[in-house]
Antibody, heavy 121, light 106 residues
Framework: QVQLQESGPGLVKPSQTLSLTCTVP??????????WNWIRQHPGKGLEWIGY???????YYNPSLKSRVSISVETSQDQFSLKLSSVTAADTAVYYC?????????????WGQGILVTVSS | DIQMTQSPSSLSASVGDRVTISCRTS??????LNWYQQRPGKAPKLLIY???SLQSGVPSRFSGSGSGTDFTLTISSLQPEDFATYSC?????????FGQGTMLEI
C-alpha cells in the first residue's frame, strides 16, 4: 500500500515562500514509472493541479503558477517537495501530494491526506 | 487549458437511486478522463480512470462512460457512503484540469 504524507508549516506570511514536503516510504519514487504531483484545493472550491516531478528530476508546472513554483525530489529520503514563492491570501488552500500512474492515461491513484496552508500575517 | 464543465453542480437523491453525473470538456480528449470521489475533510479518491476503467477496490455500482467531449459517471444504486462530492479530471494535455465538482446530497 503506497502512502503519501505531506508536512510543513500551516501558516505562512504574505510575500514569503511556502515550503511543503511529501514523504513516500518504500522506495516508490526512485523505482520510476510514476510521476509525483502537487495539487491544491481552495476552501470550498475545486481542485487545481500545480505540477509534477519524475524521479530523474524532470518537472512540469501549471503555467498559471510557473513563475512562482519549484518542485524538487530527494530520492534517498523518499521525498519530493514544493516551494511556492511570493504567496498571498489567494494561495490559502489545502495542498495535496499525489502519485500519477500512467496506464490508460495519467491518473492520480494515491493521495496524501492534505495539509491546510493559511497565508496570513 | 482544457475547460471542464460538470452538471449538475449539486444533486439530491435517496439510497437505492440510480444517479448520473455529466462532465463536458472544451475539446476532444479521447478517453483521457478520470473521476474522483471526495468526502468532507478527506483527500479525493480515484474511482474511474480512462473514462471507463474501474479502479481496484471500487464497488461495481460505479461506472463511467463516454469519449471525445462528453462523459458520464453512473452510480447504479446509491449507498449511504456515496454521498460526497464527485469531480472529473482530464489527463489528455497539460496542465491537468478538474471539473468544479458535483455535490451529491441526501
Amino acid at each position: 500500500q503506497v502512502q503519501l504524507q505531506e508536512s510543513g508549516p500551516g501558516l505562512v506570511k504574505p510575500s514569503q515562500t511556502l515550503s511543503l514536503t511529501c514523504t513516500v516510504p518504500g522506495g516508490y519514487i526512485s523505482s520510476g514509472g510514476f510521476y509525483w504531483n502537487w495539487i491544491r484545493q481552495h476552501p470550498g472550491k475545486g481542485l487545481e493541479w500545480i505540477g509534477y516531478i519524475y524521479y530523474s528530476g524532470s518537472t512540469y508546472y501549471n503555467p498559471s503558477l510557473k513563475s512562482r513554483v519549484s518542485i524538487s525530489v530527494e530520492t534517498s529520503q523518499d521525498q519530493f517537495s514544493l516551494k511556492l514563492s511570493s504567496v498571498t491570501a489567494a494561495d490559502t488552500a489545502v495542498y495535496y501530494c499525489a502519485r500519477d500512474r500512467r496506464a490508460s492515461g495519467p491518473h492520480f491513484d494515491y493521495w496524501g491526506q492534505g495539509i491546510l496552508v493559511t497565508v496570513s500575517s | 487549458d482544457i475547460q471542464m464543465t460538470q452538471s449538475p453542480s449539486s444533486l439530491s437523491a435517496s439510497v437505492g437511486d440510480r444517479v448520473t453525473i455529466s462532465c463536458r470538456t472544451s475539446q476532444n480528449i479521447n478517453t483521457y478522463l478520470n473521476w474522483y470521489q471526495q468526502r468532507p475533510g478527506k483527500a479525493p479518491k480515484l474511482l474511474i480512470y480512462g473514462a471507463s476503467s474501474l479502479q481496484s477496490g471500487v464497488p461495481s455500482r460505479f461506472s463511467g462512460s463516454g469519449s471525445g467531449t462528453d462523459f458520464t459517471l453512473t452510480i447504479s444504486s446509491l449507498q449511504p457512503e456515496d454521498f460526497a462530492t464527485y469531480s472529473c479530471q482530464q489527463s489528455y494535455s497539460l496542465p491537468y484540469t478538474f471539473g468544479q465538482g458535483t455535490m451529491l446530497e441526501i
